[in-house]
């Protein structure tokens, strides 16, 4: 490889993996792409074993197309529906214990910092309700306290999908599933809030009906988190299967779920919104000058 560690150094490409190559020919290596174009360039997630219709699926998807910077992150994962799509993927994925997320995330952090202090390495945590806010809540508070620079996505589903239909901290109060048969007896955790008490520097809740405004969120928490400190993602991706959902409705309930309970919702600090001020400004410069 050549000091352009992305580029292949002549003479080497015809020996490296074909994937690894397209990814930099046809895909988002060293470059940056348009998620509106998923489909027509080589992408990090090609395959995955998850369920047809499976909005979960789609937003790993989705979230892999929206990274600033894909070959210089690495992903953390644990048990749960999305490692089933996290651990097929074209870029590096650690599989957690379950609920400890966000603590092997902290001290790899740390450790990129040490290993690479003249480069940005992204860190991404995406686990599920279970997770991260029911077994995993401790560790997913103390990494926002102790001000950890990596970003937190949490895909809710809205049950334990992968063990069986289990209520979890997450599923709506009164909800039916087939281990909760006599319904939930309190309300959905409000994990938004917990971040922004936390001290999250940038916190998301979105329901994925509209792919240009996830890829715009998850590259501002990617960058936020780079700077300033803990970040915050809490998306809805519908677990068709507990659920009962129709394959070919699952966009349907999306966005009738975003009108009821997922309005988009988007909380920053001041120094974070100055900061994504000034790099729109430096773009729309960028592209006046073309």
Known sequence: MGLKYIQPAPGFKEYLPKDYVDLIDFGPFGKEVDVQYMGQYKEILEEHPMCAGCWMA????????????????????????????????AVPFIYGNYGDTNAVASGLTRALNIRFPDKNKDVVVVAGDGGLMDIGFSMTLHSWFRKEKFTTIM?????????????????????????????????????????????????VKIAPTNIKRVAKVIKRAVLAARHFGPTFIHAYTSCNIEYSIPTEEVLKDAREREKKDFGFEEYMTDEVREYFEEIEKK??????KK
């Not at 109060?173 to 999250?200: N, R, S």
């Not at 773009?283 to 006046?288: D, F, H, L, P, S």
């Open 283 to 288: 773009e729309k410069e960028a592209k006046a």
């Open 58 to 89: 789609y937003f790993v998807r989705v979230f892999y197309a929206s990274l600033p910077n894909p070959e210089d992150t690495i992903v953390i994962g644990t048990a749960g529906c999305a490692r089933l799509a996290l651990s097929q993927a």
């Open 155 to 203: 895909v809710d589903n809205e049950v334990y999908g992968n063990t069986g239909g289990q209520e979890s901290g997450m599923s709506p109060k009164g909800v039916q599933l087939k281990m909760a048969p006599k319904g939930k007896k309190f309300e959905k955790i409000p994990a938004t809030e917990l971040a922004k008490l936390a001290g999250c520097v940038y916190v």
